[in-house]
T-cell receptor, first 115, second 114 residues
Framework: GAVVSQHPSWVICKSGTSVKIECRSL??????MFWYRQFPKQSLMLMAT?????????EQGVEKDKFLINHASLTLSTLTVTSAHPEDSSFYIC???????????FGPGTRLTVL | AQSVAQPEDQVNVAEGNPLTVKCTYS??????LFWYVQYPNRGLQFLLK??????LVKGSYGFEAEFNKSQTSFHLKKPSALVSDSALYFC????????????FGAGTRLFVKA
């Protein structure tokens, strides 16, 4: 149980294009999902918290217009990197929790490379 | 403010020997404490957690951790290391009164040598 998937697992795009990353909870309803960014050999940096049906809460320094988050259902959240640039290249990881639970379950991550 | 410190960037241990990965934390209230493991190009896998109760927590793959409130520590341990334990380990803390926001340590890379 508690499986979280991400798609795609890796993506390469040209500078200026937009990329959408999906995060799905496969066997539970995720009332809250989190999006993290991880640079090489560094820890996870929380980008935003999204609750189903409401606007995401972004951490300080994260551009909400650049990193669009949608949590339209209890099993799906999407992160869209708009007008991507090489500095957006990173490993993006989502996690999910269900109401009343205390443990986050993580997706396998998506490696984004912007050329 | 919440914070987590993993003082060692890397831990080296021989297979069969006990291992310890250190973690100290700071929260304003009571902590939820977690250990996660990450293999290359993968997401984080949950190992164990401390919420309340017994200070010694047992988790996946033979790992355990001891919550020490006076030292604000939550060190990860395993009696006998395996080569396959080589990975990146993250300690994480959440304030029980602060919602789900979780702070992660910088990570400790564990190398187990055969």
């Amino acid at each position: 149980g508690a499986v979280v998937s991400q798609h795609p697992s890796w993506v390469i795009c040209k500078s200026g294009t937009s990329v959408k990353i999906e995060c799905r909870s496969l066997d539970f309803q995720a009332t809250t999902m989190f999006w993290y960014r991880q640079f090489p050999k560094q820890s996870l940096m929380l980008m935003a918290t999204s609750n189903e049906g409401s606007k995401a809460t972004y951490e300080q320094g994260v551009e909400k217009d650049k990193f669009l988050i949608n949590h339209a259902s209890l099993t799906l959240s999407t992160l869209t990197v708009t007008s991507a640039h090489p500095e957006d290249s990173s490993f993006y990881i989502c996690s999910a929790v269900t109401s009343g639970a205390d443990t986050q379950y993580f997706g396998p991550g998506t490696r984004l490379t912007v050329l | 403010a919440q914070s987590v410190a993993q003082p060692e960037d890397q831990v080296n241990v021989a297979e069969g020997n006990p291992l310890t990965v250190k973690c100290t934390y700071s929260v304003s209230g009571n902590p939820y404490l977690f250990w996660y493991v990450q293999y290359p190009n993968r997401g984080l896998q949950f190992l164990l957690k401390y919420i309340t109760g017994d200070n010694l927590v047992k988790g996946s793959y033979g790992f355990e951790a001891e919550f020490n409130k006076s030292q604000t520590s939550f060190h990860l341990k395993k009696p006998s290391a395996l080569v396959s334990d080589s990975a990146l380990y993250f300690c994480a803390v959440r304030d029980q009164t602060g919602g789900f926001k979780t702070i992660f340590g910088a990570g400790t890379r564990l190398f187990v040598k055969a």
